[in-house]
């Protein structure tokens, strides 16, 4: 594992940090390589001492893979006063190197991968992998057949943004305060469905996400995770790996 690499490769493959937040820190000069501030393309290799911000960063060559079932009221950030990292759920997570991949917002419950995988990450993130993401939606009022299609077809939110055709869309109640609708998205815009929903003039109630590619919540208890292999967590998302 001797061979020089982009340094903000090494930052998100085997540290704490994902490639965009890694090109920031480069990009605002925070990063030091052995002492020495380093600008945009330079190389290193995992012996070499990585600070950022002051800080050196241990880098794990050791992937760790966990699906994880999130509370309500947990948060996707790294850090929070209250304590409520959804990474916190994982033991000696801050030792480890661990993060989310993506975010579920603080009222989100469900599936969510926690890793030390940058690389995996940036695989996930990326809409051109058309990674299929699964959830149970709660709404406070009836859904019509124009909102219905509407949905499918694109919704254009509040900032003008159109969203991906949604797959699978299928209304399981239709009931005043007990709407419930299942829904795939390829894509994770901020609030991208609660947004969704209200520019229908309809309010998401509860959200649930069930299904990350082809892993499943099933059998994780809430607040609890499951722990997996490289080869599992990437046969789970029909990826190849190096």
């Not at 609030?191 to 309809?202: D, G, K, L, Y």
């Not at 099933?218 to 046969?235: F, V």
Request: include cysteine.
């Amino acid at each position: 594992m001797n061979n020089l690499e982009r340094v903000q490769k090494l930052i998100s493959n085997y540290g704490p940090y994902s490639r965009r937040q890694a090109d920031k820190f480069v990009e605002e000069g925070k990063v030091k390589i052995n002492g020495k501030v380093i600008s945009p393309g330079e190389k290193a290799t995992v012996n070499d001492k990585i600070e950022i911000d002051g800080k050196i960063i241990k880098l794990n060559l050791k992937h760790e893979y966990f699906l994880v079932n999130k509370p309500k009221g947990f948060i996707c950030q790294r850090e929070d006063k209250f304590g409520k990292e959804t990474i916190s759920l994982i033991n000696n997570y801050k030792e480890r190197n661990l993060f989310t991949v993506g975010r579920l917002d603080v009222n989100t419950t469900g599936l969510i991968i926690i890793t030390t995988d940058g690389e995996l990450s940036n695989k996930i993130t990326s809409p051109k992998n058309d990674i299929k993401k699964t959830y149970l939606v709660w709404v406070d009022k009836h859904i019509t057949k124009n909102i219905s299609l509407g949905l499918q077809r694109g919704t254009t939110l509040d900032d003008g943004y159109i969203t991906k055709i949604v797959k699978n869309f299928k209304i399981i109640s239709n009931e005043d305060g007990k709407v419930l609708v299942k829904m795939t998205l390829i894509e994770g815009k901020k609030n991208q469905i609660r947004r969704m929903f209200e520019s229908h003039n309809r309010k998401v109630i509860n959200l649930k996400r069930t299904q990350i590619g082809f892993h499943k919540i099933d059998g994780i208890e809430t607040g609890k995770s499951k722990k997996l292999s490289k080869s599992e967590m990437y046969k789970g998302l029909k990826m190849n790996f190096s």
